[in-house]
């Protein structure tokens, strides 16, 4: 009997988070205690095998683990320590325990305190120290009064005099309540590096450190820029799923409600084993007393979460594999801000003197952002082949409010994205045109997939385009418009609105005339009462300008703005005052600067008008400085940001740093998964057009070799085909762009003296490219003759005839030379095993070894296989020039 997946198992009762977790160092590895259920052993090591066990409590509280990180030499368990939590619904001064029993049910959190632990026991003994000396820090300690006869001596000496000599427990006080400063000059800090010792110094007798940077340095950046991603904009919650609106969770409890009712009425006899549901598809919940649903609350909160925005799931695969589900905590990111402030109730106009009160008000507003073709701005531009658009961003907004005894909940969600189209922009000036990749109608297919999913999930999309009609922007903008309108779908609508040419010189009131030109009340919003929905939102607005940023941010929450005028307006409220609009202003500005700190590392333009409805010259200074920030990302730090966010997704391996520190760029994961794909198209179509008649293919590489056969070190190397069958090897010279064959050379299996396997280092500038396992290869050594039978080895070229009359026109004539016969030369071909992009690809190392094994059955020959180096680390050392090095030296110091 098979069973599944623990990953997939359900337990009997609903898992609850663990809120605490207390970690250890022992001699196996990190342990992590809860508070209940069962611990975890986290074995040292790069593997870092994760195992379940019973372990004592350490000293360290942590409020959860963030995931793993495996590099090249160590492995990281990211932790966070517990930070207090903001209810999603602060409470009011009004009485009223509704509302504070559901502000103490939806705690949201935000990510911070991110520390990384090695899984190498030396080097986390250190990080569990300063993870103590942390928690030991935070803990409240009485003030001490100090007398002023105390002797001058530093912090240090102080904690060091009590650690050793006070035994009975008392603590020292805090560095801010020591009344004497200390007597440690701040100058001095730099003193070490200062008197560093220098190397082949013959006092100290420390060698000279290698000449290329070390590896350690290169993880050592990667885990800091992975802790930096984490540590902006990223929320979470231990009780209640944040990454689905309240119209999603109420449909979902809807859709099981109904299958509850049907089983009952197909088993009447076991009917009284259902909980009774109610026949209304919009089912009530009785939950205190409003539509605050949680469905599913019996499945693992990671497997409730939506997948779009779960950013630590690939981090915490290990975890999830093992069915450990409270520790896996699902991490958002975007922006999260809720207040609360009341409104008064309007007189009664036969007694405008008298006030009726007031009533209170809950505004939320929940930003989440995609992880689907994540990354910065001038990175990830358009959509991927997949239908995934950059900057994707999911809005909603929350009001609560309750009148008359009777409680309601209204939600309204936006999205936002970059134009579906695939399109460029260069990092390296502060405004840089747009560059169409591929022509409009190359992009139908992938832009109907992005639509389906769009529609599937908000209904009829209303299309907001604010990019300038004209100029730079016009040639992306035009093609989004011929693109919507060729797709002819009734389910979107298109409203082009050049924000910079209808607001130029500050004109910002014309934004209402976009609002007013759009359909707000079809759409609508989910509006519940008492639990009971009057009214669903029917579709969505996709609002996009180039980035996605400071135009769609206005436009945004300008429709915002009039939406909440209308719920306001349905319960009998105005919205008055000063004192809504700086709350509502200041809720939308700080969601604005969130998602553009996430996509362009700076704070949104135009803060300064969603923050009070008016530009003013300081709101233009700052644009200025942003502006020549972005430019700096984008052309200087952005390049290494993205592929460790590649990486941390799980859309590339480690091989994306190997790529970046040759190109200073990085493939984006659908680029990878296209050429992966056309690779395997490659060896299907020389199969089909290299192989004699009876031959079967039984192996197929794409492989890296230099251009000419016994050669080892060239200038470039070119991508070729191997095939392999029961009588031969085919190396192919393959034309991706006309899926052509250039040329091959046919081995017969006789004429194989022998198959080297080995180190194949061409390079000694980065760490990656002097390991063995991801620059390894094979040499395929042959000979024309062989002792009693001599064979020949075929080369076919691909030339034009030499008359039209001779052939088809348009079609090559192959021409058969036959390689010269030397019985006493012994040629070769060199190749060099091209890194996986992938997680689930093996490496270098493993993909050769593979193949020589079948190389060699194929010959019933495994004395054949020789392990020596193909190009050792000496041999490519020697082969890099010093003019190599120092410009490799100067772009390293440059983007690292």
């Not at 994540?374 to 995934?388: N, S, T």
């Not at 109608?441 to 529609?455: C, E, I, K, M, S």
């Not at 200038?715 to 085909?721: D, Q, R, S």
Request: proline fraction near 7%.
């Amino acid at each position: 009997m098979t069973t599944l997946p623990p990953r997939f198992t359900v337990p009997p009762l609903p898992p609850r988070m663990h809120r605490q977790i207390k970690l250890a160092i022992t001699d196996d590895g990190v342990t992590l205690a809860p508070e209940s259920g069962e611990g975890v052993l986290v074995r040292w090591g790069v593997k870092g095998k994760v195992e379940t066990i019973d372990c004592e409590p350490g000293e360290v509280i942590l409020g959860g683990i963030l995931g793993m990180v495996r590099l090249w030499d160590t492995s990281y368990l990211l932790v966070f320590l517990p930070r207090p939590p903001s209810p999603l619904f602060p409470g009011h001064d009004v009485q009223d325990e509704s509302r504070n029993e559901a502000s103490s049910s939806h705690e949201v959190f935000t990510l911070e305190d991110i520390h990384a632990v090695p899984l190498n026991h030396e080097t986390a003994v250190r990080a569990h120290k300063k993870l103590l000396d942390i928690q030991i820090s935070r803990q409240p300690k009485a003030k001490l009064r100090w007398s002023i006869t105390l002797p001058l001596r530093s912090a240090a000496n102080t904690a060091k005099e009590q650690s050793s000599d006070d035994s009975s427990g008392d603590e020292a006080p805090e560095a801010d309540e020591t009344p004497l400063p200390s007597k440690t000059r701040e100058w001095t800090k730099f003193m070490p590096k200062l008197r560093k010792k220098q190397p082949n110094d013959p006092k100290t007798n420390e060698p000279l450190p290698d000449d290329p940077p070390q590896r350690e340095e290169l993880e050592a950046k990667i885990v800091r820029q992975i802790i930096r991603e984490f540590s902006n904009g990223f929320f979470f919650s231990y009780d209640f799923d944040l990454t689905h609106s309240l119209q999603h969770k109420r449909k979902t409890l809807a859709q099981r409600n109904a299958s509850q009712t049907a089983l009952t009425h197909l088993i009447p006899k076991e009917g009284l084993l259902f909980p009774p549901s109610p026949s209304n598809t919009l089912p009530r919940h009785n939950l205190f007393e409003d539509d605050f649903v949680e469905p599913d609350i019996q499945v693992p909160l990671w497997r409730r979460a939506d997948r779009r925005f779960f950013w630590n799931e690939y981090l915490m695969r290990d975890f999830i594999d093992l069915g450990l589900h409270a520790y896996v905590i699902p991490m958002m990111q975007g922006w999260v801000q809720s207040s609360s402030f009341t409104i008064p109730i309007p007189p009664n106009p036969l007694d405008p003197t008298t006030s009726l009160g007031v009533v209170p008000l809950d505004l939320v507003v929940i930003s989440r952002r995609s992880r689907d073709r994540a990354g910065l701005r001038y990175q990830r531009r358009g959509i991927d082949d997949e239908g995934h658009v950059a900057n994707m961003v999911e809005t909603e907004m929350i009001v609560r409010a309750k009148v008359e005894g009777k409680s309601s909940l209204f939600s309204f969600v936006q999205v936002r994205g970059s134009i579906p189209l695939r399109w460029s922009q260069s990092p390296y000036s502060m405004k840089p045109p747009p560059v169409l990749n591929e022509p409009v109608d190359q992009t139908y297919a992938v832009a109907n997939l992005h639509f389906n999913d769009l529609t599937s999930r908000y209904g009829p999309i209303t299309i907001i385009n604010l990019s300038e009609q004209e100029g730079k922007e016009g040639v992306v903008t035009n093609g989004y418009r011929d693109l919507v309108e060729s797709l002819e779908r009734k389910d979107l609508k298109y409203v082009p609105f050049d924000f910079h040419a209808k607001c130029h010189g500050m004109k910002w009131e014309n934004i209402s005339e976009l609002v007013d030109t759009v359909d707000l009340s079809t759409m609508g919003y989910l509006w519940t009462l008492q639990g009971e929905a009057i009214r669903e939102q029917e579709g969505a607005f996709r609002t996009n300008c180039i980035d996605c940023l400071d135009r769609t941010n206005v436009v945004q929450s300008a429709l915002a703005r009039r939406v909440l005028t209308n719920m306001l307006t349905q319960l009998g409220l105005k919205v008055e005052g000063s004192v809504v609009e700086n709350i509502f202003n200041d809720i939308w500005a700080n969601n604005g600067d969130t998602i553009s700190l996430c996509y362009a590392h700076t704070s949104a333009l135009k803060g300064d008008f969603v923050r009070t409805g008016k530009r003013d010259f300081s709101g233009m200074l700052h644009d200025g400085v942003s502006s020549i920030s972005r430019m700096f990302y984008g052309a200087v730090s952005d390049f290494f940001a993205q592929a460790v966010i590649s990486f941390l997704l799980g859309h590339r391996n480690l091989s994306v740093f190997s790529e970046f520190l040759q190109t200073l760029n990085s493939t984006d994961a659908a680029s990878v998964l296209k050429l992966s794909r056309i690779r395997t198209v490659a060896i299907e179509t020389c199969s089909a057009r290299v192989l004699n008649d009876g031959e079967e293919r039984i192996g197929g590489w794409t492989l890296l070799s230099p251009d000419a056969r016994s050669v080892k070190i060239s200038p470039g190397l070119e991508e070729k085909v191997l095939l392999l069958t029961r009588e031969a090897i085919y190396v192919v010279s393959f034309n991706y762009s006309l899926e052509k064959v250039m040329e091959f050379t046919r081995i017969p299996l006789k004429s194989i003296t022998s198959i080297q396997k080995g180190a194949y280092i061409l390079s000694t500038l980065q760490e990656a490219s002097r390991d063995p396992k991801e620059n390894y290869g094979l040499a395929v050594h042959f000979s024309p003759t062989n002792e009693s039978t001599r064979y020949s080895t075929y080369s076919l070229r691909n030339k034009l005839p030499s008359s039209p009359q001779d052939s088809t026109p348009g079609t090559p004539k192959p021409s058969i030379q036959h390689a010269l016969i030397d019985p006493d030369v012994t040629e070769f071909y060199a190749f060099k095993a091209i890194p996986g992009h992938t997680s689930e690809e093996g490496t270098c190392q493993e993909l050769v070894n593979n193949a020589v094994k079948q190389i060699a059955e194929a010959c019933k020959d495994d004395e054949l296989i020789e392990e020596k180096d193909i190009v050792s680390l000496a041999e490519a050392e020697s082969a890099t020039s010093i003019l190599d090095k120092m410009d490799y030296a100067f772009k390293r110091f440059l983007w690292l």
